[in-house]
């Protein structure tokens, strides 16, 4: 994705994310993951993918789990009963066809979130006349999860020089403890320098800008783009309509 304009690869991940969704099939989800992982392996990205989507999908599993298996009062195959705990085939089936849909939406979107330039997003967006705002707002949200990451294995490396936390569950549940604390002041703080700086610089500027590099798309993206939203658009009403 990152040699396509970005509103070609935005197109391409919106179409297979919406799809997915809709079509509500196990494998089409994992399809739809796997041709994600091929295509991180491609760029040398699969661990931050990986990792990044665990930490995204783990609580969403978790939640889906409680609500649709763990305590589900409708299925007729019990597994596992005791107190407020009712644990049946239907539930796992729901909670398990729910998280295959969200892993592969949340994993498409990841995959071009780190894929994509974050500059010539901006750049496109300014060239679409869209306000200067959002493209702040996609650039920085974009940008969120790197920064906080770098920012978290830095204090945690300084905070290992200095002997914070130790071995074993309880070490590591006291160095993510005090870990937090100078995370968020330090992200509040680049917050605040942030704004200052756009402040001081007239941000936003007026409605005509000069661009010094523009983004340009090839030929082919536009019409391809064009068509992949259409034939995702079609199985979207298709798919839905053949629900009811």
């Known amino acids: 994705m990152a040699r396509l304009h970005p509103f070609t690869g935005l197109a391409f991940a919106g179409s297979a994310a919406l799809v997915s969704l809709a079509a509500d099939r196990w494998w089409l989800s994992l399809a739809i993951v796997a041709a994600c992982l091929v ?16 930490a995204v999908l783990v609580p969403l599993w978790l939640s889906q789990l409680l609500v649709h298996a763990v305590f589900d009062r409708t299925g007729s195959h019990v597994l596992l009963a005791g107190g407020p705990v009712r644990l049946t085939v239907e539930g796992l089936t729901t909670a398990g066809g729910l998280g ?38 996609v650039a920085a949200t974009l940008a969120l999860v790197p920064a906080t990451l770098e920012r978290a294995r830095a204090i945690s490396q300084a905070q290992a020089v200095r002997g914070v936390g130790g071995r074993g569950p309880a070490g590591r549940l006291a160095a993510a403890r005090m870990l937090a604390v100078p995370l968020v002041l330090a992200s509040l703080q680049d917050a605040t320098e ?14 005509k800008r000069t661009q010094y590099v523009t983004v340009s798309a090839r030929r082919w993206e536009r019409p391809v783009a064009a068509v992949v939203l259409c034939t995702a658009a079609a199985l979207v009403v298709f798919l839905l309509a053949g629900a009811r």
Do not use: E, H, N
């Not at 942030?194 to 409605?207: C, D, E, K, M, T």
């Open 194 to 207: 942030r704004s200052v700086s756009l402040q001081l610089r007239g941000f936003p500027a007026g409605p």
């Open 39 to 54: 295509l991180a392996r491609r760029r040398g990205i699969t661990r931050r993918l990986a990792g990044t989507a665990a």
């Open 100 to 137: 295959l849909r969200v892993a592969a939406f949340a994993t498409v979107f990841l995959l071009y979130s780190l894929t994509v330039d974050r500059y010539a997003l901006v750049r496109a967006l300014d060239q679409s006349g869209m306000p200067a705002q959002l493209g702040y707002i």
